[in-house]
């Protein structure tokens, strides 16, 4: 019997968290609920869900309870890696959390289809680049150096003038695909089909996210190393 992918709902309304519940359950996911931060961080460590949909803003009565972003960071620490898909009414918290790791960004109300289908590309994804990091990894351990750089493929790691960097998965399989193929311009279709391996859906531009987070993450200013290729998509530059 096949398992179903558990999902960690956290929202601090429960009438959204029993309607989410239901709609996952109907799509065959394992739903797990949590009303607030600490909640949420607790039922990760029980039993570590596959994707979480996070609300930003919780409990707003409470100033020391644990706010959605303060949840993302966390799960983020987390061994095994937790996509998380934020959840708010506020459209201006996106760029915020997708630069703290949120793989996407869903205003409420949200449109059921859409979500579900953002939800299962999501899954679909990281367990596509989990598999390419396996098969990379066994085809070849070789480390790969670019300017003060090192990845390495066999561990998923990647430092930089010794000190590793902390990448999400997706992150680090799109740094190793542009390093793999240096000086060579990729539009975003062909990365989101080389990288992701599937047309991403609900949110198109998400390799300039992914992109943004990287040169972030690894302290380089616009066009250093990651260079933009104008109405098309990136390369990088050795």
Not at 28 to 53: E, K, S, W
Not at 69 to 90: G, K, N, Q, W
Request: net charge negative.
């Amino acid at each position: 019997m096949e398992t179903r992918p558990i999902i960690l709902i956290v929202d601090d309304d429960e009438a959204i968290r029993s309607a989410l519940a239901a709609l996952l359950g109907r799509a065959g996911f394992q739903p797990i609920l949590a009303a607030d931060g600490a909640a949420a961080l607790a039922a990760a460590r029980a039993q570590t869900p596959d994707l979480a949909l996070l609300d930003v803003v919780l409990d707003e009565a409470q100033p020391t309870a644990i706010g959605g972003l303060d949840v993302l960071r966390a799960l983020r620490t987390f061994e095994r890696f937790i996509p998380v898909i934020m959840l708010t009414s506020y459209a201006e918290w996106q760029v915020e959390s997708l630069g703290q790791g949120a793989i996407a960004f869903v205003t409420k109300p949200f449109d059921a289809n859409a979500l579900i289908g953002q939800i299962r590309a999501t899954l679909n994804a990281v367990a596509h680049i989990r598999r390419e990091a396996q098969q990379q990894s066994q085809a070849t351990s070789t480390l790969i150096h670019v300017r003060d750089l090192v990845i390495d493929p066999l561990h998923l790691r990647v430092t930089q003038r010794g000190t590793e960097i902390d990448l999400t998965p997706l992150e680090f399989a799109l740094l190793t695909f542009l390093a793999r193929h240096p000086n060579r311009e990729w539009t975003r279709e062909q990365l989101l089909d080389q990288v992701w391996g599937y047309e991403w859906a609900g949110y198109p531009r998400t390799v300039d996210r992914h992109i943004a987070a990287l040169r972030r993450k690894l302290h380089l200013e616009r066009d250093d190393l990651i260079e933009t290729v104008h109405g098309s998509g990136y390369r990088l530059v050795v």
